[in-house]
């Protein structure tokens, strides 16, 4: 009974590799001390004092002005990683910048927070190891990258051997940042303290992947979101929650599903035929040094339906396994897509307005094969895998969405900047959309 997965085509949910991308502290703080001279003089980097746009240097013998440009730093890392520098190329702002595209994996990330940083106008610094990043410059298109090259711009480029150190101007998250075997929640935590940039900037908000690295917290706001809009027009899975295994006295129907702690992807979880099964599942949590654990009714699935929306673009899929595996979201399945109907769309609607406001997003529901009814069993962020036959397009969707915002970001900049927070969502087509209830979904966000 759980969504779309990682390992089929479709889901890359959790798209991180800890492959070739790991690094002692000690490593880190040798060559970041070793470069922070060398970084101080050159000002290019930075764009001069007080700008945090990065100017593109000049070459021997060239008597251009530095071009100004718009660094995206994207995390995105993997074996299904997608190539954000072929698709940024060519993108420029309204101001006349271009789309810089630094990426890489959580894991390549080092973020300060620096009241005298570099740059007077932003407080974050991002340093990137680029031995960990540079295996995404494998797969930069050879026309990508000779264009890029003849602007000078839209590669990772080391500074020096392997650090890069930059100030984003806006941020582009498509892996999961806390998952089984990596957590990387405090990268994420100094991109919040440090971010001056507008949280619209941030795709999705900091705030909201923040929340959706802890799944109980997630649970919590579609339990809320079904009490709102009602069971029919948001039908949420019941869910019984157990904070230790010694509480868990589960009273609800057999067979049932168990999910320990933040379990996503078809890991974490396992079918319970009767009590005497779920008496053993107690004393299997009891060594998961005091995880929690949520219980829901095991459904017969005939097929799972994933919702997903990029911006204010929705589309539906059927997924049917092939494989018999009651985790219908592991194997080998059809992928099929489907008409998005006035249900669906309202599902993605409510799911929009999630922590304030979600700009991609999935929503995973299951279609019980006995009843035929059918039950959400949860919503995904920012890391959401894209539909193959679809990616490409919502990959520009996503760059268009990147563009539009840094525009927005650079009409507002002289002006009064009240309001303004790391810790709010900023998605116009996800409050749009959320009705009335825009203001309850934002409950537990700092003011």
Sequence with gaps: SSGLSSASPMHTQHKYSNTDQTCSSSTWEATIGAAKPALAKMDFLFGGKGDTRKSVGRQAGDDAAPRETAVVLVIDAGRQATDWAAIFDGAVLNDGRECEVVQAGWDALMVSSEPQAYSARSQLLVHVQMKAASTWLSSV????????????????????????????????????????????????????????????????????????????VVCAELQRLRKVHGHDNFPVIEQSYFSTHREMMYTSTFPAVVKIGSAHAGVGKMVIRDHHEMEDFRSVLAMCEGKYCFVEPFLQGAYDIRIQRVGDVVRAFKRQSVSGNWKTN??????????????????ADIAATMFGGLDILSVDAIHDGTTGKEYILEVNDTSSGLAPDFEDEDNQSI???????LNEAEAIEAGPRIGLSPFTAASGSAQASAGDDTTAAAAGAPP
């Design 141 to 216: 298109s050879t026309a990508a990258a000779e264009r890029a090259s003849a602007r000078g711009i839209g590669i990772v480029r080391p500074v020096g051997p392997s650090l890069r150190t930059i100030t984003p101007s806006a941020v582009l998250v498509r892996n999961v940042v806390f998952a089984p075997g990596a957590d990387h929640r405090n990268q994420l935590y100094g991109l919040m303290v440090g971010a001056t940039l507008p949280p619209s900037c941030c795709v999705n908000s900091l705030l909201s992947i923040h929340l959706f690295a802890e799944k109980a």
């Design 330 to 347: 592991t194997g080998s399945s059809m992928i099929e897509a489907i008409e998005v109907t006035e249900e669906y769309q309202r599902w």
């Design 399 to 405: 760059r268009d969405l990147i563009v539009a915002r």
